[in-house]
């Protein structure tokens, strides 16, 4: 017995020493809000094209009401999986699963179908991609047997590509449905998702499941070279078709997000410049308050136990969410060693529903008619400035960040009017200003 635990632990030391990367981070964070310290635990292992990722975090930030057993046990820290899973890369064929962060396709801040902010969770992601052609289909786990009574719920995109010397053009699409966390079809199927929904809904067949769904659909295009990189990309929640079939009728709003910009590397740094915008509703469910599940969020609510859920937190895709436009300037550069990132963000918003369908309405002709887009009365202006700077130092890494904002007319949760019985707060922009400062400096060391 005492050898077999031997061998056991020469052969673990084995794999620390030959295989595996160690790192442990330790930041703290000094704000105007709530200063806070967070912990992070990271082991990856890369062979042949196989690559292990587990990371662990632990923060103390009163993000949520923790449960007895955290503020007992782990002095108000709790504990969330940033990432935990494996990637398999065959060249032409790569393949990802666990729970992980995923970004969409194109090289942006603003990215449309799949959030920028590296949101994790678990996924399933096939891509696929040769000399002309690429392919990728991911699943997205958003409830499975919540505790807090959400409906199971999962999410797939989709993008079919072509690959013109440096340009690149793509269809993309996604889906959310309803009372199962995982249809394997909308996965392994490579028909459009629309088609897949469409197909298995209609009733009468004998492969018809019931299991209801709301796509979204757009186009990218992006061209990349040594020193320049530039996109395009659209996304379509729905369209108001009856401006054409049908002037004289009700004409229904438009649900569309548009991102564009790009970045050119230089000798004394990479400089970006992009925006992006969406109009009211894009995003949200839609339905009259029967379909509040539907919409494009990793949560069909807005907050949890009294505590906001942020919108840059919950949306599957563009971070800014519906009825806004925004602008960023980025500067990227390494100077002996350090890599300094910094970004000024300007963001114009209006209310906005990511869990309520039609936002403070309960119909979608309570509204008004035709295309919403920053009408409200009070807007919500937001200056947002973030510095980054990360040096070896000993042995060590050290981590330094300064987040700066301000914020007038400041977007808040309210409760909607009183005809509203679906029970769903809104975000709407306030008579409140704020300003907000973050510093940050973080300790990695490696073994």
Excluded: C
């Amino acid at each position: 017995m005492k050898k077999s635990i031997l061998i056991i632990l020469i052969s673990a030391i084995s794999l620390i020493t030959y295989g595996f990367n160690f790192s442990l981070r330790m930041d703290n964070n000094m704000n105007n809000i709530k200063s806070f310290q967070g912990f992070t635990f990271k082991v990856t292992h890369d062979f042949k094209g196989f690559n292990f990722l587990g990371e662990l975090n632990a923060y103390n930030d009163d993000k949520y009401n923790l449960s007895g057993l955290e503020n007992a046990f782990y002095e108000g820290y709790y504990f969330y999986m940033k990432n935990g899973g494996v990637s398999i890369d065959f060249d032409n064929y790569k393949l990802r699963f666990g729970r992980l962060q995923h970004y969409d396709i194109v090289d942006s801040p603003y990215s449309l179908y799949i959030s920028s902010k590296g949101l994790s969770s678990v996924i399933i992601d096939f891509n696929y991609e040769d000399e002309s052609f690429f392919y990728e289909t991911r699943y997205i786990e958003l409830n499975r047997q919540s505790q807090l009574g959400y409906k199971d719920r999962g999410a797939n995109f989709k993008t079919y590509g072509l690959k013109i010397g440096n340009f690149r053009f793509a269809y993309e699409e996604s889906a959310v449905y309803v009372n199962t966390a995982f249809d394997i079809e909308y996965f392994l199927n490579v028909i459009p998702n629309f088609f897949v929904q469409y197909v298995n809904i209609s009733s009468g067949k004998p492969w018809y499941h019931g299991y209801n769904a709301n796509s979204i659909m757009g186009f990218m295009l992006d061209y990349k070279n040594e020193t320049l990189y530039y996109y395009g990309q659209i996304l379509v929640d729905d369209i108001n078709a009856n401006r054409i079939l049908d002037p004289e009728a009700y004409q229904n709003p438009d649900k569309i997000a548009w991102s564009f910009g790009g970045k050119i590397k230089t000798k004394y740094g990479a400089f970006g410049l992009y925006s992006a915008g969406a109009t009211k509703y894009t995003f949200q469910p839609s339905g009259n308050g029967t379909n509040k599940y539907y919409g494009y969020t990793y949560y069909p609510d807005v907050d949890i136990n009294g505590k906001t859920i942020p919108n840059e937190e919950n949306y599957i895709g563009y971070y800014n969410g519906e009825n806004n436009i925004a602008f960023m300037a980025i500067y990227e550069n390494k100077i002996q060693n350090i890599n300094i990132n910094g970004s000024f963000e300007y963001v114009i918003s209006g209310s906005k529903s990511p869990a309520n369908p039609w936002g403070e309405y309960t119909t979608w002709t309570e509204g008004g008619q035709g295309t919403k887009f920053l009408d409200d009365k009070i807007l919500e202006h937001k200056y947002d400035f973030s510095l980054k700077v990360d040096y070896p130092f000993y042995g060590l890494k050290i981590f330094n960040g300064m987040n700066l904002r301000y914020t007038k007319n400041k977007l808040e949760l309210v409760d909607t009017s009183e005809s509203d019985n679906y029970d769903m707060k809104i975000f709407k922009p306030s008579n409140k200003d704020e300003f907000y400062y973050n510093f940050n400096i973080g300790v990695e060391y490696r073994f």
